[in-house]
């Protein structure tokens, strides 16, 4: 009886220690799932809140959208050091965009260059640009000019006409001058700079 009732006690005891140790280990496992979950939890939010904060910085019109809304569409040019400014109004394309960005950077003081050997070149002026400056084109046959148009042709290369023409040539369209009388008289009547033998133009920036 006693050697029954020896292991009825040890069996018990054994037994006990079995379940001890089973519920501390479920204690454990469920304890170590709580972590994991908050922890997935939170590294779900902290990308959920870059990706809203990655979309409200575009309807915002940061980022690139935030670059195109100030570029700049418009320069200044005086004709000769002295000489009123007009603005140039810019198109929205890669090379107008490169030219204003240059500019931004350093002002252009550039010697004036006439067509002689084209027809209406009584209207027409050219700027050569330094070759430092890398200046993307995409050119198309022109043959009719109105007063005012400013083309980019290459290498490097502003063409003005401040005059109506008939000339064919591969160009680039940069922009615009309002044309007025002042404006074409400005051209015309811009000097020649002292000790150099050409005319100046100066394109600046109005920022």
């Not at 050697?3 to 005891?13: A, P």
């Not at 603005?87 to 252009?108: E, K, P, Q």
Request: glycine share 8%; proline share 3%; with cysteine.
């Amino acid at each position: 009886m006693k050697k029954n009732r020896s292991k009825k006690i040890s069996f018990i005891f054994i037994f006990s220690l079995l379940i001890i140790f089973v519920l501390s280990g479920c204690g454990r496992s469920d304890k170590n799932r709580e972590k994991n979950y908050n922890g997935s939890s939170t590294t779900g939010n902290q990308n959920s809140g870059s990706n809203n904060g990655g979309s409200e910085n575009t309807e915002d019109g940061s980022g690139d959208d935030a670059d195109s809304k100030t570029a700049v569409t418009e320069l200044e040019v005086r004709f000769g050091d002295k000489g009123e400014p007009f603005t140039m109004h810019l198109y929205d394309n890669a090379t107008a965009a490169a030219i204003a960005r240059h500019v931004g950077t350093a002002d252009w003081r550039l010697p004036i260059y006439h067509y002689n050997d084209y027809d209406n070149w009584e209207v027409m002026q050219y700027y050569d640009i330094p070759s430092r400056y890398d200046i993307p084109s995409n050119p198309e046959n022109i043959a009719s000019e109105k007063a005012g148009e400013v083309y980019y042709s290459e290498p490097n290369r502003i063409v003005l006409f401040f005059g109506d023409a008939e000339v064919s040539g591969e160009y680039t369209k940069v922009g615009y001058f309002d044309y007025t009388e002042e404006f074409r008289s400005a051209v015309e009547n811009n000097p020649v700079l002292q000790g150099w033998g050409n005319k100046i133009v100066l394109i600046n920036s109005m920022d």
